[in-house]
């Protein structure tokens, strides 16, 4: 079953608007951690923004915050004044204390591209 | 910049060769996580080493082996490549006491003919 859901192949979104990415996930444990990272074309995964489960407010790095919704088991990314640079793939994903150690979940990605 | 390092940037086999891939973890990290990116695809994991021993094991077949060296440098190794086996290889390397923090390389891409 697919633990992360991300259910935007793409999104458009014009230059200093703000976007939001969905990410929904599935899991039984009580702690887990949620990542949201940044893919351009050059292939290299950039970390941008961590939620713990029994983090109580909503994690925020700079332009990027993370709507967590814990009842709902959504991790939406939030990305404010967007800029031309952010045009990359968006991946969410989910760490799991299992038998993996601590292996990250992806969903499949959000391709956003960011106009002029 | 993460400090995270992988060798090579691109290779091209055939079909039945074999592989190995190499990653320079970041200072101070003591475990790495090697994943697997076929296009269009997120990455998925296929194994983790901490302390030069695997630490877990996503769904890949055992001809994907992997070593982990005292410097915490690490390498894939691929045997008997096939097709699928075409992919973007990342790894990441973090602390075992904050796995909150999982830095990734630029990647090696594979592509096997």
């Known amino acids: 079953a697919q633990k992360i859901t991300q259910t935007q192949p793409g999104m458009f979104v014009q230059e200093k608007e703000a976007v939001t990415l969905d990410c929904t996930y599935d899991t039984s444990d009580q702690s887990y951690g949620l990542f949201w990272y940044k893919q351009p074309s050059s292939g290299e995964m950039i970390f941008l923004i961590y939620q713990g489960s029994y983090d109580e407010q909503n994690a925020t790095e700079g332009r990027y915050s993370l709507n967590f919704q814990k009842a709902r088991k959504s991790a939406n990314l939030v990305i404010s004044a967007s800029q031309l640079g952010d045009s990359a793939m968006y991946f969410c994903a989910m760490r799991e204390l299992g038998d993996s150690g601590y292996a990250l979940n992806f969903g499949k990605g959000t391709s956003l591209l960011v106009t002029p | 910049e993460t400090g995270v390092t992988q060798s090579p940037t691109h290779l091209i086999k055939t079909r039945g060769q074999q592989v190995t891939l190499r990653c320079s973890s970041q200072s101070g990290h003591n475990t790495v996580s090697w994943y697997q990116q076929a296009l269009g695809q997120g990455p998925q994991f296929i194994f983790q080493?901490?302390?030069?021993?695997?630490?877990g094991r996503g769904n890949f077949p055992p001809r994907f082996s992997g070593l982990q060296f005292p410097n915490y440098s690490s390498e894939l190794n691929v045997n008997a490549l096939e097709l699928d086996d075409s992919a973007l290889y990342l790894c990441?390397?973090?602390?075992?006491?904050?796995?909150?923090?999982?830095?990734f390389g630029p990647g090696t891409r594979l592509t096997v003919t």
């Open positions: 080493y901490y302390r030069e021993e695997e630490n």
């Open positions: 990441a390397s973090s602390f075992r006491g904050h796995p909150y923090e999982q830095y």
